[in-house]
């Protein structure tokens, strides 16, 4: 209340309360904007720390989104918080290393651990590597479908920078021509260093367009060598979705007891490559050859297929195979897994070695089919079960010392030196044909492959080293000693 005067006579004034404006629709819809531009700010804010983070919850949205075209598939994982993330290594890139691998899984594996430490060696950038779609095997995969390239990149962050993809500025739809080339083969340090490093000055970006064996598997230094390990037994972990089925394959035969994984190598692009058609038809091998021929980058034509096996440079065959398990003391009730794809010859070639051993399994008996289905025509990712199984099996016995027999057997030394059977197939070729002329009993047939063997169960051992002659020496990683052995020596 207000009193004043006027005229003399004293007026009391009531002060009326000021008049409330309505908000204009305009306001309204002013605030409603700035709300939604300040929530929308936030949401990119917390994508972009979890990207860092990598929070299970953005993890498994992106893996559906990734996988929503196949058949869903069951994965019972635990619970587990983010392991923290290593520091990075902080240094000077001096540029980027694009590589394209080629062969299958296990070559490419044992090719993305050498281009790792090539760029470590040489303070570069990585690419998330190529897999190879165009070789025999035509497998489509990706980096991505069958290692976990999350991990990848996060496990090796304290040695190398690896990014998905080149900045755009690099790639080639945006006109840049990187250096195309093919390191030679059981390089050095000092190669890398003064012939390959230079590159890099001039062109940026150079790219790998051939992997295999590019890198020496002796006269490395140990840091360098001990991270080809590091990359292998670690960071290349497989799918969450490939890891839950190699997993449920594993826990279905442990279940039934102790087993064996064979790596029964009798498939046709072996046989038709490496010219062995032992215990094969006449028109088997003709067609082996018609293969071999439809294939120019494959050099070596003309073979005699029993100068070869006389070598010891054929797998054994599934009756030979038979014949030597039973020779090393196994009986008709070990579990046997095998670890391969087709069979050349299919159950008829099998018939010999199922006989003599019933409990013979394959993945695709042991899974429901809708379980394999995301998998069929993706060779790799197939190979990549049998590495798991083969990897925790009781026993591994490969019949032929290719890609995938080296690299188990190395992951199983770095295990314990769990039981490997290296089997002597030269001094095996010999023993089979005295056995099965009737030259040599039963009796003396076991005793002489036992002895064979004695010392070829996995066993630690030196790796052979042969100066000059990197093929034919021991292969790095069936026996990475260096990661094995407190001392070097």
Known sequence: ???????????????LPAPVIPRTRLQV????????ILLWTCLVQLVTVGELWRPHFFERISNRLAHSDRLP????????????????????????????????????RAAICDMVTIARLLNLTLVVPELDKTSFWADPSNFEDIFDVRHFIDSLRDEVRIVRRLPKRYQQKYGYQPLRMAPVSWSNEKYYLQQILPLFSKHKVVHFNRTDARLANNGISLDLQRLRCRVNFHALKFTPQIEALGNKLVRLLQEKGSFMALHLRY???????????????AEEAEELKRMRYAFPWWREKEIVAEERRSQGLCPLTPEETSLVLQALGFDKDTQIYIASGEIYGSERRLAALRAAFPHIVKKEMLLDPKELQQFHNHSSQMAALDFMVSIASNTFIPTYDGNMAKLVEG??????????????????VVLLDLHQNGTLSQKNFEVAVRWAHEKKMGQPSHRRVIVDKPKEEDYFYANPLECLCQQPD
Request: proline letters at 3%; hydrophobic letters at 35%; aromatic letters at 8%.
């Open 1 to 15: 209340m207000e009193v004043r005067t006027e005229g003399g006579i004293q007026v009391r004034c009531d002060k």
């Open 73 to 108: 598939l069951v994965i019972e994982e635990t619970v587990r918080s983010p392991l923290p993330l290593l520091p990075a290594r902080n240094y000077t890139s001096n540029g980027f290393l694009k590589v394209s691998c080629n062969g299958g899984l296990n070559q490419m």
């Open 29 to 36: 819809w002013f605030i409603w904007v700035c709300s939604s």
């Open 267 to 281: 498939e046709m692009d072996m046989l038709a490559f490496s010219g062995c058609t032992h215990g094969c038809t």
């Open 411 to 428: 992951h199983r030394r770095y295990l314990g030196f769990k039981r490997t059977v290296l089997l002597d197939r030269k001094r095996l």
